[in-house]
């Protein structure tokens, strides 16, 4: 939270503790139509997929009703991002019908694409963990989201189960490579997404993907 030059700025996990929980709830019927109309929009310019880089269960579950009712007009592939930040949700995980599905739902209208964590916030809101100060606010360098403890427990119980983690983060604060490469060889893809800002060290120890994804500045980077 920023105090100063006054109190009223939330930033990432601050605002998930304390803003999201006092927003207003959307039932299924009206995300629905919002999905609906979405998708027909986009239709109309000739979009007929997107990604979604961390959604919740609670929203697959949507999506995976429309699939199976035929009503999704656009070809969806989804990272599981669970209700309480980067952690591991067994329980809702395994009540969604696209995680033993690897082929997908609907026709491979809905496909998921893997879990996702986050390392630190946003750079534009001084929440990315750089390994200096801002230039424009030298009392900070960031924040991180998660420490590298957390992120090694919840990478192992991820890749008892899944094959693909996505994990965004700015640099290597919290040991993204030692995590990976702690686990089990099942993770077939353990991707750093948006790295920005890259230590010697961290570039010696990883390749860096040089394709840009379609509708994205960032760039991945994949551990070696």
């Not at 995300?31 to 109309?37: G, P, V």
């Not at 979604?52 to 599981?80: C, H, N, Y």
Request: charged share 25%; net charge neutral.
């Amino acid at each position: 939270m920023i105090l100063d030059p006054g109190p009223g700025v939330f930033c990432d996990n601050a605002m998930t503790a304390f803003i999201v929980p006092l927003t207003p709830k959307a039932d299924k019927e009206r995300k629905k139509r919002w999905l609906k109309h979405a998708m027909s929009e986009l239709n109309k310019v000739g979009i007929v997929g997107a990604g979604d880089a961390g959604i919740r269960p609670t929203e697959i579950a949507i999506l995976e009703e429309m699939a199976d009712a035929a009503e999704l007009s656009l070809r969806a592939k989804v990272m599981l991002e669970c209700p309480e930040r980067n952690t591991y949700c067994p329980e809702e995980a395994e009540k969604l019908q696209i995680v033993s599905k690897a082929d997908g739902l609907g026709g491979n209208m809905l496909m998921l694409g893997g879990v996702k964590l986050f390392a630190d916030g946003a750079l534009g809101s001084r929440g990315a963990a750089l390994l200096e100060p801002y230039d424009d606010d030298t009392t900070t360098s960031g924040t991180m989201l998660i420490n590298g403890t957390d992120l090694m427990r919840v990478v192992k119980q991820v890749s008892n189960k899944f094959q693909s983690l996505h994990y965004r983060a700015n640099n290597d604060h919290s040991g993204t490579t030692s995590a990976f490469k702690s686990t089990s060889t099942q993770l077939v893809m353990k991707r750093t997404e948006q790295p920005s800002m890259l230590s010697r060290t961290l570039s010696e120890r990883t390749v860096m993907a040089a394709t840009t994804r379609p509708g994205s500045e960032s760039n991945t980077l994949r551990s070696s």
